[in-house]
């Protein structure tokens, strides 16, 4: 019986290793068949135009307008494809690809500075955005709005993917002059925990926070876009809610408000402080790249419960 066993066991482990590498093998075909339809692709159509990080900061600080970056994730809900931590619903795509192609006074729209070379990543991140590129480049070049320049969608990722680190002090300042001195409300995932155990927000005259799911929110998009629709004009708005988040600053600039779409800027910063040099978890806070926010529980602290005023969950 245990000879049998261990047998089937053995077989199992074999089947196993053919199915993964089978898997491997398909996988690493597709990514040949898209680089090499990427490589003339990338020649022939020309790519959207984007500012650098410092001289998107410098605009944003300079013209109080809205924000809404796009990122890996936003492009392929905008073209159909699921992440795990939001559906491709067609109502999501539509807007996504509407405020993709908008020039509306106001806002900035961000886009990430890959399309002229990747020689700035390290080389695991200049990996994935080319392989990423293969698959999405023509999306990247049909919805945005021809002849117009837009803003860097790194603003709040400038540490971890790059291979000069040392320039992430300069832009962590740049950007704590934006809301210095101003009343802010955080509007976040319920345990993304924007600042806390930090400075990043130190110098804000004040801090709120409006707390909405951590996945799967653009179910709750007109519930959160009525609840920030309470908050006084005078107040900046920084979003942190994944695709949400790039879409709200597009209907509230309309309204008079500034909202920044800045997700991750916190993780960043946590990474930029530590000296990390891997993407790492951090203690209560949910951080989808590194283990996607396991064991991450309630948060007791006085002061952080005290700054929420609504909860969209």
């Not at 879409?247 to 408000?257: E, R, S, T, V």
Request: aromatic fraction near 12%; hydrophobic fraction near 40%.
């Amino acid at each position: 019986m245990q000879k049998g066993d261990g047998g089937e066991k053995t077989l199992k482990k074999l089947l196993l290793k053919i199915w993964n590498a089978a898997f491997d093998f398909k996988k690493k075909a597709a990514d040949g068949v898209y680089l090499f339809f990427d490589f003339f692709y990338r020649r022939l159509k020309k790519a959207p135009g984007v500012m650098t990080n410092m001289d998107t900061i410098r605009f944003i600080t300079e013209n109080r307008c809205c924000v809404s970056r796009y990122g890996d994730a936003e492009i392929r809900l905008a073209a159909g494809t699921d992440v795990f931590y939001q559906k491709a619903e067609p109502a999501l795509m539509a807007k996504l690809r509407e405020v993709l192609g908008t020039v509306k006074p106001g806002l900035l729209v961000c886009l990430p500075d890959v399309f002229e070379g990747l020689g700035h990543f390290t080389e695991g991140d200049g990996r994935y955005w080319k392989r990423h590129l293969a698959r999405y480049r023509r999306f990247w070049y049909r919805y945005p709005a021809r002849g117009r320049v837009y803003g860097n969608a790194f603003i709040s990722r400038v540490y971890m993917c790059f291979n000069e680190k040392e320039k992430a002090g300069e832009y962590f300042d740049a950007l704590k002059k934006i809301w210095s001195g101003r009343d802010v409300v955080l509007v976040e995932g319920e345990k993304s925990r924007l600042g806390v155990g930090n400075d990043l927000f130190a110098g804000a005259r004040s801090v709120r926070r409006i707390l909405g799911p951590s996945a799967y929110a653009f179910s709750k998009y007109d519930e959160l876009l009525a609840e920030v629709r309470k908050i006084e004009k005078t107040a900046l708005l920084i979003l942190a809610m994944g695709p949400v988040a790039t879409l709200l600053p597009y209907d509230l600039a309309d309204d008079g408000y500034q909202a920044l779409d800045l997700g991750n800027i916190d993780t960043e910063y946590e990474w930029y402080l530590r000296g990390c040099t891997k993407k790492t978890p951090i203690e209560n806070k949910l951080v989808y790249e590194a283990g996607a926010g396991e064991g991450v529980g309630e948060l007791e602290d006085e002061t952080y419960q005290s700054q929420i005023i609504a909860r969209v969950l």
